[in-house]
């Protein structure tokens, strides 16, 4: 999956792309369980449990506690609710 996008940084079901407008902001590119992409601009130093409450924001999910963010990458962390990403 990262090979299809040589200046994106797989992080497991997220992906960092290029950072934008000095340092400030984030494109983090998320893969549904259907295979589906968007990509979230968010501030630098958003917290996990922020940006999953936008990803599940833009899914209109109700039941959040059954899902999760996890970062693609080989050693496969989950994101923190209350840590930056």
């Known amino acids: 999956m990262g090979d299809r996008h040589p200046r994106t940084r797989t992080l497991g079901g997220l ?4 950072r934008v407008s000095k340092e400030t902001k984030l494109r983090l590119r998320v893969i549904f369980l259907d295979d589906s992409e968007r990509t ?26 059954y899902f999760g963010l996890e970062f693609r990458h080989h050693s496969g962390h989950y994101v923190r609710n209350k840590k930056c990403l």
Do not use: R
């Open 15 to 18: 992906s960092t792309k290029s």
């Open 40 to 65: 979230f601009e968010v501030e630098q130093n958003i917290l996990g449990g922020d940006f999953f409450n936008k990803v599940c924001g833009h899914l209109k999910l109700l039941e959040k506690e």
